[in-house]
């Protein structure tokens, strides 16, 4: 087996990363929304190997928690009940994907909730729910990056490749649209959405308004890159074969601007992934109960929670490693572009 | 973030009590401070004796509108006005709760109740030098009551459909003949400042009176007889106030207060903000804290002391749309409205409401659940027999069936309520945006209500388009507010009980009550208003308790506790559960120690 090289070790690893998040109901111990209105704020729990009295266990096992005598949110471990961290147990109900029901979760404990990294203030499992929050921001993010590639390729092979006024018309459409201040836009545009909105229909809006904005950039990057192509010998040639538009565009035009695009998604996924966030963090995103990673950082407006609870900052955490993986991906498939190795996969038409 | 704050106050609106302020004052040197002489009569208070001098600095979180009483309606302003600058005849005390002689020191009811007797206060004088007599008393009637001048206060001093009528004896006699009895009393008097006739008189003939007392008007114009008056005022950043060296209190050494030489209000909008500038020792007194930032406070308290005052008048309520469905109602809007005005479906929501979770969660324990508009702060109007049930999702459900609802399985094989069209039960609540205690009662209400098969969206929107959706298009279906009493009297809030009012929130400004329950509350409402005896009218005001419990057209959530800090330097720091929590006394507060007046 080759060593996986280049973009594809980034994209490799992406794979794995959003498959963790695409089966967060195995991952997540818990029901995302469901709330254990005794245990608010708890901390982390920690996982022991050693009891009180000394002795080892092979298996990791935690201490139940219960609230300190006349405190709101000071916890004390309870060493009269154990509960052993368990694996592939059977839990609250989920969709794999979205789409296979099932019960069963990678790890879990019976007796009493455990809180691996904490819970929010409703008593939420923290851990569930970036996981799960995970999926709408991600998603948000890969739709919105899809939406805004497909007008963007759409308006700037338009443009670049029938010229004259249109492109001028084009151009200066997209001119205006990079002009202008999008978070504003965005929230003047949430603010004409209608008052109360289902969780799904906010994160199909949110996708559509994230989309819609974005399409500028890879509309004119694209629009380079056809202009240069259509003046190349071969398309000349195939033109003067007789080939027709739409033709000379699929088959020749188009594969080239592969790289652009390409890079364009890498690099535009974690900026949709941020406006969602951004939008959520306002409150304009999904409502509650359901999480998305901006949502759950929109607690740490508030001062008490940002010197108090340090666990609700994870949630900025989880985006780290993605937007590392996206931003390497999309590096190194600048580099590779560079180098031609692009081309050669894409004219396979693999990609 | 203002209007956030302000949605706990609960008459944004002119409801009745807005404490009328007193004015502001600064005349230019007047020399030493004039010691108290045998002709005045000064009003003695009790309590520790305090040093005079400092500088107390608070935050307000909001810059006030306008300092002039009579427009007054704002949140921050009051709290300038009633803290510092007001004073008015007869004053409730906010500790106690009852009434006391303010500027006047004695008074008399006649026996048909119709006709008060106040004797004034020798010696009086405006914060300016200016002597104080009967004819001041009623020339701040005649511009209260005149209806050009849109004085906040004018529909409290109608009473029985007339205005009272002021008469005057002598330069210390007045006499207030009323139209019909009064119940509340005396108590009508509190908050009703008096105004300056030296100052006003000629502005208000010439109907400019409006533009006479504005922000904009310097210090040497205001005049008052509040224990401090204006020295200063820089938009946007502060408002400073000096001693108003001709108060008319003193201690029991007989020193005249107040003892500070200055009070400044710092505006800072961001309660976030006012903790910081608190905990770093900028501000000397903070209030309205949320119990999050109690905690933080009390968790690294050292120079200063948290303290919670106990239940304070602010009750928070879920509410659902009640109005009459017209013509411009969206249809699905008028078919779930058919299942708010169903008193069953309000019972059912209202026993499937987790109050000592909201209690514990929102409010940190630091609060207490609610079952009618009565908190525990106020101790003498509350109905002891009005029911405390447990959270019963039996009993919701047993409800919600009499009522014709019935269960079905759902898309993820969770049960879910369906009403006898068949069609899913699920509605949105409105809460303000910027109120993150209000959120977070929503969603727990809306897991709490999940458990019945109950779809909630929680829609959180700006204040002001808020209350215009409450109670001008009354496009909503359910929505949580809280309101404030500025006093325990239940005649503070007829404006809400009464259908008539403008906060009866779930079916504001009816012609008509339109239903059978809402008319006798009309009536018992009329009569407590009217009423002889504390006893009798207390009677009344339980069955208007009982009437609310049994019909939950405000299904009632929680009361949080007055939370409040100090430095440890302030002396006579006592907390009241009324409004103005920390500044009630604000002319008997000093420092103990010359140190606690250094500041970074």
């Given at each position: 087996m080759?060593?996986?090289?280049?973009?594809k070790?980034?994209?490799?690893?992406?794979v794995?990363?959003h498959?963790?998040?695409?089966?967060?109901g195995?991952?997540?111990?818990y029901d995302?929304a469901?709330?254990?209105?005794e245990r608010p704020?708890v901390p982390?729990m920690?996982?022991?190997?050693?009891?009180?009295?000394?002795?080892?266990?092979?298996?990791p096992?935690?201490?139940a928690?219960?609230l300190?005598?006349g405190?709101?949110?000071?916890?004390?471990?309870?060493?009269?009940?154990?509960?052993?961290?368990?694996f592939?147990?059977?839990?609250?109900?989920?969709r794999?994907?979205?789409?296979?029901p099932s019960?069963?979760h990678f790890?879990?404990?019976?007796?009493?909730?455990?809180?691996?990294?904490?819970?929010?203030?409703?008593?939420?499992?923290?851990l569930?729910?970036?996981?799960?929050?995970?999926?709408i921001?991600l998603?948000a993010g890969l739709?919105?990056?899809g939406l805004?590639?497909f007008?963007?390729?759409?308006i700037?092979?338009?443009?670049?490749?029938?010229?004259?006024?249109?492109?001028?018309?084009l151009?200066r459409?997209?001119?205006l649209?990079?002009?202008?201040?999008?978070?504003?836009?965005l929230?003047?545009?949430?603010?004409?959405?209608?008052l109360?909105?289902?969780?799904?229909?906010?994160?199909?809006l949110i996708?559509?308004?994230?989309?819609?904005?974005?399409w500028?950039?890879?509309a004119?990057?694209?629009?380079?890159?056809?202009?240069?192509?259509?003046?190349?010998?071969?398309v000349?040639?195939?033109?003067?074969?007789?080939?027709?538009n739409?033709?000379?565009?699929?088959?020749?035009?188009?594969?080239?601007t592969a790289?652009?695009?390409?890079?364009?998604?890498a690099i535009?996924?974690?900026?949709f992934?941020?406006a969602e966030?951004t939008l959520?963090?306002?409150?304009?995103g999904?409502?509650?109960?359901?999480?998305?990673w901006g949502?759950?950082l929109?607690?740490?407006q508030?001062?008490?929670?940002?010197?108090s609870?340090?666990?609700m900052?994870?949630?900025?955490?989880?985006?780290?490693p993605f937007?590392?993986?996206?931003l390497?991906?999309?590096?190194?498939?600048?580099?590779?572009?560079g180098?031609?190795k692009?081309?050669?996969?894409?004219s396979?038409?693999?990609? | 973030?203002?209007?956030?704050?302000?949605?706990?106050?609960?008459?944004?609106?002119?409801c009745?009590?807005l404490?009328?302020g007193a004015e502001?004052?600064?005349?230019?040197a007047f020399g030493?401070?004039?010691?108290?002489?045998?002709?005045?009569?000064?009003l003695?208070?009790p309590?520790?004796?305090?040093?005079?001098?400092?500088?107390?600095?608070?935050?307000?979180?909001a810059e006030p509108?306008?300092?002039?009483?009579?427009?007054?309606?704002d949140?921050?302003?009051?709290?300038?006005?009633?803290?510092a600058?007001?004073?008015?005849?007869?004053?409730?005390?906010?500790?106690t709760?009852?009434?006391?002689?303010?500027?006047?020191?004695?008074?008399?009811?006649?026996?048909?109740?119709l006709q008060?007797?106040?004797?004034?206060?020798?010696?009086?004088?405006?914060s300016d030098?200016?002597?104080?007599d009967?004819?001041?008393?009623?020339?701040?009637?005649?511009?209260?009551?005149?209806?050009?001048?849109?004085?906040?206060?004018r529909?409290?001093?109608?009473?029985g459909?007339?205005?009272?009528a002021?008469?005057?004896?002598?330069a210390?006699?007045?006499?207030?003949q009323?139209?019909?009895?009064?119940?509340?009393?005396?108590?009508?008097?509190d908050?009703?400042?008096?105004?300056?006739?030296?100052?006003?008189?000629?502005?208000?003939n010439d109907?400019?009176?409006?533009?006479?007392?504005?922000l904009?008007?310097p210090?040497?114009?205001w005049a008052g007889?509040?224990?401090?008056?204006?020295?200063?005022?820089?938009?946007?950043?502060k408002?400073?106030?000096?001693?108003?060296?001709?108060?008319?209190?003193q201690?029991a050494?007989?020193s005249?207060?107040?003892y500070l030489e200055?009070?400044?209000?710092?505006?800072v909008p961001?309660?976030?903000a006012?903790v910081?500038?608190?905990?770093?020792?900028?501000?000397d007194?903070i209030s309205?804290?949320?119990?999050?930032?109690?905690?933080?406070?009390?968790?690294?308290?050292?120079?200063y002391?948290?303290?919670?005052a106990?239940?304070?008048?602010?009750y928070?309520?879920?509410?659902?749309n009640l109005?009459?469905?017209?013509?411009?109602?969206?249809?699905?809007?008028?078919?779930k409205?058919?299942w708010?005005?169903?008193?069953?479906f309000?019972?059912?929501?209202?026993?499937?409401?987790?109050?000592?979770?909201?209690?514990r969660?929102?409010?940190?324990?630091r609060?207490?659940?609610?079952?009618g508009?009565v908190?525990?702060?106020n101790?003498?109007?509350?109905?002891?027999?009005?029911?405390?049930?447990?959270?019963?999702l039996?009993?919701a459900?047993?409800l919600?069936?009499?009522a014709?609802?019935t269960?079905?399985?759902?898309?993820?094989?969770e049960?879910?309520?369906?009403d006898?069209d068949a069609?899913?039960?699920?509605?949105?609540i409105?809460t303000s945006?910027?109120?993150?205690?209000?959120?977070?009662?929503a969603?727990?209400?809306?897991?709490?209500?999940?458990?019945?098969?109950?779809?909630?969206?929680?829609?959180p929107?700006?204040?002001r388009?808020?209350?215009?959706?409450?109670?001008?298009?009354?496009e909503?279906e359910?929505c949580i507010?809280?309101?404030?009493?500025?006093?325990?009297?239940?005649?503070?809030?007829?404006?809400?009980?009464l259908s008539?009012?403008g906060t009866h929130?779930?079916?504001?400004?009816?012609?008509?009550?339109?239903?059978?329950w809402?008319a006798?509350?009309?009536?018992l409402m009329?009569?407590?208003?009217?009423?002889?005896?504390?006893?009798q009218?207390?009677?009344?005001?339980d069955?208007?308790?009982e009437?609310?419990?049994e019909?939950q057209?405000?299904?009632?959530?929680?009361?949080?506790?007055?939370?409040?800090?100090?430095?440890?330097?302030?002396?006579?720091?006592?907390?009241?559960?009324?409004?103005?929590?920390?500044?009630?006394?604000?002319e008997?507060l000093y420092?103990?120690d010359?140190s606690?007046?250094?500041?970074?």
């Open positions: 080759i060593p996986p090289r280049g973009w070790r980034w994209f490799v690893a992406l794995v990363l498959g963790i998040i695409g089966c967060a195995f991952f997540a111990p995302p469901e709330q254990d209105r704020y982390p920690r996982i022991h190997m050693m009891d009180i009295a000394g002795h080892f266990h092979f298996r096992f935690f201490y928690v219960q300190r005598a405190s709101f949110d000071q916890f004390e471990e309870r060493a009269d009940q154990v509960l052993p961290l368990q592939l147990v059977s839990g609250a109900r989920y794999l994907l979205g789409l296979v019960r069963l790890f879990g404990a019976s007796g009493s909730r455990i809180y691996l990294l904490g819970s929010d203030a409703y008593g939420r499992d923290q569930s729910r970036i996981l799960l929050g995970g999926q921001s998603l739709l919105g990056a805004t590639l007008l963007g390729v759409l700037g092979a338009a443009a670049g490749f029938y010229g004259g006024w249109r492109d001028g018309l151009m459409v997209a001119e649209f990079v002009a202008l201040p999008w978070l504003y836009l929230l003047a545009l949430r603010a004409f959405l209608p109360s909105v289902s969780p799904l229909r906010a994160f199909f996708i559509v308004v994230v989309g819609a904005v974005g500028a950039r890879p004119r990057l694209v629009r380079g890159v056809v202009l240069s192509a259509k003046e190349r010998d071969y000349r040639a195939a033109r003067g074969f007789g080939a027709k739409n033709y000379l565009l699929q088959r020749h035009i188009l594969p080239q790289s652009v695009i390409l890079t364009q998604a535009l996924v974690p900026q992934v941020l966030m959520s963090f306002l409150g304009l999904v409502p509650e109960p359901v999480a998305s949502s759950l929109a607690s740490l508030q001062y008490s929670v940002l010197v609870y340090w666990w900052y994870m949630p900025a955490l989880a985006i780290v937007f590392l993986g996206y390497g991906l999309a590096s190194a498939l600048q580099e590779d572009a180098a031609g692009i081309e050669k996969v894409t396979g038409g693999r990609w | 973030m203002s209007m956030a704050r302000l949605s706990t106050f609960g008459k944004w609106f002119s009745g009590l404490l009328a502001i004052v600064s005349p230019p030493n401070p004039p010691q108290a002489s045998s002709s005045e009569e000064l003695t208070l309590g520790e004796i305090g040093k005079q001098g400092g500088r107390i600095v608070v935050s307000l979180r509108k306008t300092l002039n009483p009579l427009t007054a309606a949140a921050p302003s009051r709290e300038v006005i009633l803290g600058m007001q004073a008015d005849l007869i004053h409730i005390n906010r500790a709760q009852l009434t006391e002689p303010a500027l006047a020191k004695s008074w008399k009811v006649s026996a048909d109740g008060y007797t106040l004797t004034l206060r020798k010696g009086l004088r405006f030098g200016e002597p104080v009967a004819d001041d008393i009623l020339f701040t009637f005649r511009v209260c009551l005149d209806e050009k001048v849109h004085a906040t206060q529909d409290l001093l109608i009473v459909g007339k205005p009272i002021v008469r005057k004896l002598d210390q006699t007045v006499v207030f009323l139209a019909k009895t009064y119940g509340a009393g005396e108590r009508l008097f908050g009703l400042a008096i105004l300056p006739r030296h100052l006003l008189e000629k502005p208000y109907g400019k009176l409006a533009q006479s007392w504005t904009a008007t210090a040497s114009q007889l509040g224990p401090f008056r204006l020295k200063e005022y820089v938009a946007g950043q408002l400073v106030l000096e001693r108003n060296p001709y108060y008319w209190k201690d050494k007989g005249r207060l107040p200055e009070l400044v209000f710092l505006f961001n309660a976030d006012q910081l500038r608190f905990q770093s020792g900028e501000t007194l309205r804290l949320g119990a999050e930032n109690f905690s933080v406070l009390s968790r690294q308290q050292s120079s002391t948290m303290s919670d106990g239940p304070g008048l602010e928070n309520f879920l509410f659902f109005n009459e469905p017209g013509e411009k109602t969206p249809p699905d809007l008028a078919r409205m058919k708010f005005r169903e008193v069953k309000r019972q059912a929501i209202s026993a499937a409401i987790d109050r000592e979770a909201i209690v969660l929102v409010y940190q324990g609060g207490a659940p609610l079952w508009p908190t525990p702060g101790h003498r109007w509350g109905n002891a027999s009005i029911p405390h049930p447990q959270r019963s039996d009993k459900r047993a919600l069936k009499e014709g609802f269960w079905i399985t759902g898309p993820n094989g049960p879910a309520l369906v006898s069609k899913s039960v699920e509605f949105s409105l945006s910027t109120n993150a205690d209000r959120t977070k009662m969603t727990l209400i809306q897991d709490d209500l999940k458990q019945l098969g109950v779809r909630v969206q929680i829609v929107t700006e204040f388009s808020l209350i215009d959706r409450v109670t001008q298009t009354r909503y359910a507010l809280g309101l404030v009493s500025f006093d325990a009297d239940p005649t503070a809030d007829s404006n809400v009980w008539s009012g929130l779930w079916n504001p400004s009816q012609a008509h009550p339109a239903t059978a809402e006798e509350i009309d009536k009329e009569q407590q208003l009217a009423g002889p005896s504390y006893e009218r207390k009677k009344w005001f069955r208007v308790q009437l609310l419990a019909n057209p405000m299904i009632f959530l929680a009361s949080p506790d007055i939370l409040v800090g100090a430095k440890n330097s302030i002396g006579n720091f006592h907390p009241a559960v009324l409004e103005p929590y920390v500044l009630w006394n604000a008997q420092f103990k010359a606690g007046n250094v500041r970074p």
